[in-house]
């Protein structure tokens, strides 16, 4: 099965920062990623596919970037609402793996 | 409303069987390939099985191959997994959710949009 390695683990950032969370893939895998947020109790929500397509609904300060085996989401100016962990998503291949997710917690 | 609601959780023995069910609602069920994900308590996400938008293909995690089966019936709007000889480690909350699986020139992307509130599984003695 493919590796996915995210990196830091957690993290802590202030209101309006510049965020950004790594995924390494343990072998190449195109673009075939996605980025998910979860909040503590709550379901996953789908934020980016295809490394870089934002979701629609999704607001414009989350943008992904990537191709290969290393992958980046970024959160342009973070706000209140986007403190949650984030998670990587290969669909490269079977089975497909996730990253074991980054917290992001108020500074 | 587009939904997905999961049941069928509970606690079980170590060896024991379970069977959960997902109810979908407000869309087309049998256009989407639909997916099993799980959590174990504090821990992250775990993709466990997907089946094709007419159960004609699956695909399982290995930790899960020849014990858990998922299954769909597009006339009931409903997704399944049948869960035998489970272990402690199958302790989870497990979510069904929907693929949305967009496609451009270079092939096709998973993009799980809609997810239910999930339905917890504890196995332990």
């Known amino acids: 099965a493919i590796q996915m390695t995210q990196s830091p683990s957690s993290l802590s950032a202030s209101v309006g920062d510049r965020v950004t969370i790594t995924c390494r893939a343990s072998?190449?895998?195109?673009?075939?990623l996605g980025w998910y947020q979860q909040k503590p109790g709550k379901a996953p929500k789908l934020l980016i596919y295809?490394?870089?397509s934002l979701q629609s609904g999704v607001p414009s300060r989350f943008s992904g970037s990537g191709s290969g085996t290393d992958f980046t989401l970024t959160i342009s100016s973070l706000q209140p609402e986007d403190f949650a962990t984030y998670y990587c998503?290969?669909?490269?291949?079977?089975?497909?793996?996730f990253g074991q997710g980054t917290k992001v917690e108020i500074k | 409303e587009v939904q997905l609601v999961e049941s069928g959780g509970g606690l079980v023995q170590p060896g024991g069987s379970l069977r959960l069910s997902c109810a979908a609602s407000?869309?087309?069920?049998?256009?989407?390939?639909m997916i099993w994900v799980r959590q174990a308590p504090g821990r992250g996400l775990e993709w466990v099985a997907n089946?094709?938008?007419?159960?004609?293909?699956?695909y399982y995690v290995d930790s899960v191959k020849g014990r858990f089966t998922i299954s769909r019936d597009n006339a009931k709007n409903s997704l399944y997994l049948q869960m035998d000889s489970l272990r402690v480690e199958d302790t989870a909350l497990y979510y069904c959710?929907?693929?949305?699986?967009?496609?451009?020139?270079?092939?096709?992307?998973?993009?799980?949009?809609?997810w239910g509130q999930g339905t917890m599984v504890t196995v332990s003695s």
């Open positions: 407000g869309f087309t069920f049998s256009s989407f390939w």
């Open positions: 959710t929907r693929d949305q699986s967009y496609s451009d020139s270079s092939g096709y992307y998973d993009a799980f949009d809609i």
């Open positions: 295809a490394a870089s």
């Open positions: 998503l290969q669909d490269y291949n079977y089975p497909r793996t």
């Open positions: 089946i094709k938008r007419d159960g004609s293909l699956k």
């Open positions: 072998q190449g895998i195109r673009n075939e």
